[in-house]
Each structure stands twice: as C-alpha cells, then as structure tokens.
T-cell receptor
Framework: DSGVTQTPKHLITATGQRVTLRCSPR?????VYWYQQSLDQGLQFLIQ???????AKGNILERFSAQQFPDLHSELNLSSLELGDSALYFC????????????FGQGTRLTVV | DAKTTQPPSMDCAEGRAANLPCNHS???????VYWYRQIHSQGPQYIIH???NNETNEMASLIITEDRKSSTLILPHATLRDTAVYYC???????????FGKGTHLIIQP
C-alpha cells in the first residue's frame, strides 16, 4: 500500500459527460501529480500541484483541469469526454518539489462509451 | 529530461539475479537515475534512484557507470512476483513530472 488513495476505482460514462477523479496523497506529502495511461500512449504526465499551486504541466488537454485543496487532496476534472479519453488515471504524491521518489495510487479506470 | 534506452523484454529464472540495463548517454550533471516498476495495471512502484554512486535498498541495487551514461538495476534474487515492466527514468531540475518510456518487460520464469 503506497498510502495514496484514489477514488473511484472504476468509472463508466458516456461521451460528452464530465467526471471528477479524486486523490488523497500520502500523509505529509505536498506534491500531487496526475498521469494518464492508455494502451497506445503509455504513461503520460498531465499536471503537478505543490501545496495548492500548479507547479508543472505536461500533456494535459484543455478539456481537463485539476486543483489541489487546502487539505492537500486533489481532483482531476475531465469534461466533454471522448472515447479516446478511456484510460487509467494515476495520482502520485511526493514530499517536495524536487526529485524525490513519488508514490502512486492504484488508479482510476475510466471507460467512455 | 534526458532520454533512456532499455531492452523491450528480458527473461530471468526464479532465484537468480535479474540485471536490467539502461542507457542514458545524454544525462546531464544534475540529473538523477530513477527506477520504477509497474505490475500488470497497478500503479507504478518506486524502486530506487541515484546520482553518481551505487545505491542499494531492500528491493534492489543500482549500479551507475563512472561516466554516468548507463546504469543497471539488479534484483538479487528474483521471484515470480517481480514480473513487471521496469522503467528507467532520468530526471533533474525544471518540471517535476516524470517521463516514462516503454520500459523493459521482465518475465521471471519458474
């Protein structure tokens, strides 16, 4: 158990809909990262938050957004969903901003039908 | 972040040492070498990281060459549960998201 909790574990929704994925980082970790893993793209970094502030952006679509709340949990919002958004979404946390090891949750499997 | 090259797949017999190579010839001075693994569709698991010196923890050893252009992850006594995709990642300053390549699919044979 990495200490990172993601909910829900599975999500099935229709095209055009909006969903919210939730992540609770390990106790004491200030950084939260979101990754997307699809069959054809592999693991792709989406976005990072550090202590409530956006810290780095990767290949995140404009239809996607995230935020980190004062209690350090984070949410990833995916809107106007397309079939191609079906993927595993992982959250990871680390203690700080720098190159410390990151601990991943078990992911949310999103299926868009 | 520097790019890494790993073999797509490797086999190893159970109980033997698994040695996973990684080339990172464009690594710069402030970049670390990280290893993660992913078992089936679970979340990636941190294994070990290093800058210049060899490192060892309860899971594995990391051997980095003197010129830092390549490294080897060693699982000393591989078990069937070590079957996974192993990712070698080089990362340093700047944006903090990790760049995962395709990794090496390590299959431990009974």
């Amino acid at each position: 158990d990495s200490g990172v909790t993601q909910t829900p574990k599975h999500l099935i929704t229709a095209t055009g809909q909006r969903v919210t994925l939730r992540c609770s980082p390990r106790s004491g970790d200030l950084s939260v990262y979101w990754y997307q893993q699809s069959l054809d793209q592999g693991l792709q970094f989406l976005i990072q938050y550090y202590n409530g502030e956006e810290r780095a952006k990767g290949n995140i679509l404009e239809r996607f957004s995230a935020q980190q709340f004062p209690d350090l949990h984070s949410e990833l919002n995916l809107s106007s969903l397309e079939l191609g958004d079906s993927a595993l979404y992982f959250c990871a946390s680390s203690a700080g901003q720098g190159r410390t090891e990151a601990f991943f949750g078990q992911g949310t499997r999103l299926t868009v039908v | 972040d520097a790019k890494t090259t790993q073999p797509p797949s490797m086999d190893c017999a159970e109980g033997r040492a698994a040695n996973l190579p990684c080339n990172h010839s464009t690594i710069s001075g402030n970049e670390y070498v990280y290893w993660y693994r992913q078992i089936h569709s679970q979340g990636p698991q941190y294994i070990i990281h290093g800058l210049k010196n060899n490192e060892t923890n309860e899971m594995a050893s990391l051997i980095i060459t003197e010129d830092r252009k390549s490294s080897t992850l060693i699982l000393p006594h591989a078990t069937l549960r070590d079957t996974a995709v192993y990712y070698c990642i080089v990362a340093g300053g700047g944006a903090d998201g990790l760049t995962f390549g395709k990794g090496t699919h390590l299959i431990i044979q009974p």
